[in-house]
């Protein structure tokens, strides 16, 4: 991902963007209406000065009333979230469009109504200046009317457990699917060991603390190609970092001036939360927490921890079917080695926390096994690997927990023949 990608997405997040920039493009339409005024030409027809402001005071008088219900609207769907899923996907509903652009189109016919109010009763507006404002008016309340429409759907899925769990899988989906980002960030495999000789090797670190957000793989690519080098970064997006943690490794090599150490920091961006955007692993977490907070003894909903299960399993699937186009992906930045995801990982995230909370529950159980079986089924190794201990995890834990001897029987049984159908397939 380049650096004004990403810094355009975490644009998308801020509310004041788009109403900022309609009001702006609302602000110079009025102005073009004032030039206008100057041209030689006849309006088709004539509006009265009297009946613009008129109709503007109406506008701007009904504009502020709803532009506060939607922000009151919106901001209790965010507080929604924070209560009934995770407070970490309230981020994630801040992005719907739908809202935003609602937001926008009522900020903005408010600013309209109320600059076009003051430069209509300061300045003397010609016939033709007047139709353009009337032009603009009658366009800015169709754009109102249209989004409002579009919006009273919206506004009653938002906030609500099951479209906030679509959005995160959305989201993660996007990310799990993004060669670059469910692979080596464009750079070439690196092992995951740690044992490697860094006799001849630098280490670097941060002088920060906090979520690693994004890379910049281009300028380190840079970097590697002025020291004549090959960079290892040992940490992804997603990774805590602090100042003993090391970022990357500039192999062999043992000193590097202060200049490319500061291009080397900086090439790494740290914040106090993680961004689905740029760190698959997010989404399972967040997904794990919906579940996790319904499986709580005062909301005890375990329909809910089921469908995260759910949308887990077709995450999983759809990072395995992407991994198998990794081997062919060309590597974009040869000169840096990236650790790649690790299954063990992937399924840690997504699942201990709902194996734990979800144990003294059968149908919670039957359903994670169920989940396990279809993981190993999927022809990636690793994943396989992960889902046979993951499964045996969660069996122990259901069958130390669950109340009844005869469910604890069937789970058994069920994950006896799950791992004798997986035991075939490899025949």
């Not at 009151?72 to 309230?90: C, E, L």
């Not at 990072?319 to 080695?337: C, G, M, N, S, Y």
């Amino acid at each position: 991902m380049l650096k004004w990608r990403y810094l355009l997405m975490q644009l998308r997040t801020r509310l004041w963007i788009k109403p900022a920039l309609t009001g702006l493009a609302a602000t110079v339409w009025i102005e073009t209406a004032f030039i206008a005024s100057n041209w030689r030409m006849r309006p088709p027809f004539e509006i009265d000065r009297e009946l613009m402001l008129s109709l503007l005071q109406i506008l701007a008088s009904t504009m502020l009333t709803v532009a506060i219900f939607a922000v009151t609207a919106m901001v209790g769907a965010y507080a929604s979230v924070t209560t009934t899923a995770t407070p970490r996907a309230s981020r994630l509903v801040m992005q719907d469009r739908s809202s935003q652009n609602t937001l926008a189109a009522f900020l903005s016919a408010f600013i309209y109504a109320i600059v076009a109010l003051v430069a209509l009763s300061a300045i003397p507006y010609g016939g033709l200046g007047r139709f353009f404002l009337f032009v603009g008016y009658v366009g800015i309340v169709v754009w109102v009317l249209v989004s409002f429409i579009r919006w009273v759907d919206q506004v009653s899925k938002l906030g609500r457990v099951h479209d906030t769990i679509q959005r995160v899988e959305t989201a993660a989906l996007e990310a799990f699917t993004d060669p670059i980002l469910a692979g080596t960030l464009g750079g070439k495999p690196a092992s995951l060991s740690t044992g490697d000789n860094h006799a001849k090797s630098l280490v670097i670190h941060t002088p920060k603390i906090g979520y690693l957000q994004f890379v910049d793989m281009e300028a380190l690519q840079g970097v590697a190609e002025e020291c004549k080098s090959t960079l290892r970064l040992e940490v992804r997006p997603g990774a805590f970092l602090d100042r003993c943690r090391p970022l990357l490794i500039v192999q062999g090599i043992t000193s590097l001036d202060d200049e490319l150490k500061e291009r080397l920091v900086r090439a790494f961006t740290l914040g106090v939360e993680r961004h689905v955007e740029s760190d698959p692993r997010f989404g399972l977490v967040m997904l794990a927490e919906i579940a996790d907070r319904a499986l709580s003894p005062g909301i005890n909903d375990p329909g809910t921890a089921i469908a995260v299960i759910g949308s887990q399993v077709r995450l999983l699937s759809q990072w395995a079917d992407a991994t198998r186009e990794l081997d062919q992906a060309k590597v974009q930045f040869p000169k840096i080695e990236v650790p790649p995801l690790d299954a063990e990982d992937l399924l840690d995230d997504a699942f201990t926390p709902i194996a734990r909370d979800g144990a003294a529950m059968f149908e919670v159980g039957m359903r994670l096994q169920k989940a396990f079986r279809s993981l190993q089924s999927l022809e990636h190794p690793l994943l396989a690997q992960a889902a046979r201990h993951h499964a045996q995890l969660a069996l122990h834990q259901a069958l130390d927990k669950v109340p009844t001897g005869y469910h604890r029987d069937k789970l058994r049984a069920f994950a006896e023949s799950s791992q004798r159908i997986n035991n075939l397939g490899k025949l």
